[in-house]
């Protein structure tokens, strides 16, 4: 076969970006944050509070309080008395004017809650601008929409709101998935108590302040915030007849076990493994870009990750160069700058757990490249790292990393590949990247994920359902499933 040039020309200059910092002047945030119960801001029973810092500056940005039992008490009964007072009975015509009234207070302070997004989470500005924001306010928007019509989503079904649901969200997309969470339930008519992840809650607080402004009636929407304990009496809390989960696979099984032998629906959104997969006939350099966006968009912390590459055996020396050539031009560095590609690793917590993953895989006998770039002094940052020379069963295969860490295998056949990125506990998703429709269909009906990819990753809308099967949880959200979800 005649040599073929690499079309990645090699860089025997270094690209160098002015800095463009986002300014934190319109991010107006406050330094102590109460509980957000019944439509007020209330100091915690718990007189209990914690700091929510900046993972790019290690500086603590806010206190924030930490909701005891009691807390969650008066969190869930003011949902259960908005529920049967008010929200049960309102038209769902008027509960939608609502909704699109949250959905546009959203977009108009889309600036501000990008900026605090960044700062308090560490993921890059041009990700929360571009993608957590706007999606967050199409969820509403999606919503808002359904709100009047679901009989038309459920013809000849009765159908009725479950109640009231305990909403608990991890620190990966803090408002995208509070808008997950909250606008499908609020379309159903059902009333809401959420609790933010420890290490990003500020966007829901603002979330709150935007519900506040929206004269939403008091207690439709309860934001409580705390740590795992605070989730867990939410889940243990016998007046919830829901709960809407997304987080480690560990807690949803804990509360799988927490909810068993109760009547609360629950819908769990758990971790992932994702198979990317490359055939020799795929556009190499889109497929690349692919890859590269699958695994290190928001620093790898997505939950349906590409971050098992399955490369097609002819076709793989050429994908490696190219990966490798496209890392070093990835920027990792302040959040806040435009520039940035990778920001900063949520937390220090998580940053021992990659850290960890990538003494596992070089113990393993893998072979570690990462990209050569610098990285801030401060603060939580890893390069973008590749792991060759991975078995199926190395750990690093196996186990969400949750980070910028992509593991490289290949294949022969179609068969080989099926069976290959199906052998893992997880079920989430899947990207295929070929030229040939028949294979696309092939793969696409024998990927046990509940989401695949076709040569395109991590797309999101709020149209399309998204969950996952086996160990990545059941339940779908988005799309009229996410309805269902909500209703009996
Ligand atoms: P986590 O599952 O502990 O946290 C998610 C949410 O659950 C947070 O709001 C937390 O306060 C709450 N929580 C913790 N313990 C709870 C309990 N017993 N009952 C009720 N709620 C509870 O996730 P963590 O420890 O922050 O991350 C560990 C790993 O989990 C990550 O490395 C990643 O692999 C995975 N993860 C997956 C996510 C996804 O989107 N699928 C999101 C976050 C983490
Ligand atoms: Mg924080």
Request: aromatic share 8%; proline share 5%.
């Amino acid at each position: 076969m005649a040599k073929e040039k690499s079309n990645t020309a090699k860089l025997d200059f270094k690209l160098e970006y002015a800095a463009a910092p986002e300014s934190k002047s319109s991010a107006k945030i406050n330094s102590k944050y109460g509980l957000f119960i019944n439509g007020k801001f209330e100091k915690p029973e718990s007189k209990k509070y914690f700091d929510t810092i900046n993972p790019a500056t290690e500086e603590k940005i806010a206190t924030i309080a930490e909701a005891n039992q009691t807390d969650v008490n008066k969190a869930v009964k003011a949902a259960r008395t908005a529920y049967n007072n008010v929200w049960s009975k309102m038209p769902a015509k008027e509960r939608a004017k609502y909704i699109y009234r949250i959905a546009r207070m959203i977009q108009e302070r889309a600036r501000e809650l990008a900026i605090i997004e960044t700062m308090d989470g560490g993921k890059p500005i041009r990700e929360s601008r571009d993608i957590d924001i706007p999606l967050a306010a199409n969820h509403f928007f999606y919503y808002a929409g359904w709100a009047d019509k679901l009989q038309y989503a459920f013809p000849n079904k009765k159908i009725a709101p479950l109640g009231v649901a305990g909403q608990i969200i991890p620190w990966n997309f803090p408002l995208l998935m509070a808008a997950w969470k909250i606008a499908p339930a609020l379309a159903t008519g059902n009333t809401v108590v959420l609790k933010p992840a420890e290490t990003t809650p500020l966007t829901a607080l603002k979330l709150a302040e935007i519900i506040q402004e929206s004269d939403l009636p008091p207690g439709v929407v309860n934001i409580i915030t705390g740590a795992g304990a605070t989730g867990a009496a939410i889940v243990n809390h016998p007046d919830i007849n829901k709960i809407a989960f997304t987080g480690s696979t560990d807690v949803g099984k804990i509360i799988q076990r927490a909810i068993a032998g109760t009547n609360k629906k629950a819908t769990l959104e758990l971790g992932g493994k994702a198979a990317n997969i490359i055939f020799d006939d795929a556009p190499l350099d889109q497929a690349v870009e692919g890859v590269i966006n699958g695994i290190f968009f928001n620093q790898g912390h997505v939950c349906c990750a590409g971050s098992r590459l399955f490369v097609q055996e002819s076709v793989y020396n050429k994908v490696l160069q190219k990966l490798r050539d496209r890392i070093e031009t990835l920027i990792v560095g302040d959040p806040l700058d435009k520039n940035t590609d990778i920001g900063a690793i949520n937390s220090k917590q998580q940053m021992d757990t990659i850290l960890k993953y990538l003494k596992i895989g070089e113990k393993e006998g893998a072979v570690m490249h990462q990209s050569q770039c610098s990285i801030p002094k401060k603060g939580y940052f890893i390069r973008p790292t590749l792991f060759t020379n991975v078995a199926q069963s190395s750990r690093i295969v196996q186990e969400e990393i949750f980070g910028p860490v992509l593991t490289i295998q290949t294949f022969r056949t179609d068969d080989e590949v099926i069976e290959k990125a199906n052998n893992t506990p997880y079920g989430l998703s899947a990207g295929v990247w070929t030229d040939k429709g028949s294979k696309i269909f092939n793969l696409t009906t024998k990927m046990r994920a509940g989401v695949v990819w076709a040569n395109t990753f991590n797309k999101f809308d709020p149209t399309s359902p998204f969950g996952g099967y086996k160990e990545s949880g059941f339940g779908r959200e988005g799309g009229l499933h996410g309805l269902g979800a909500y209703l009996k």
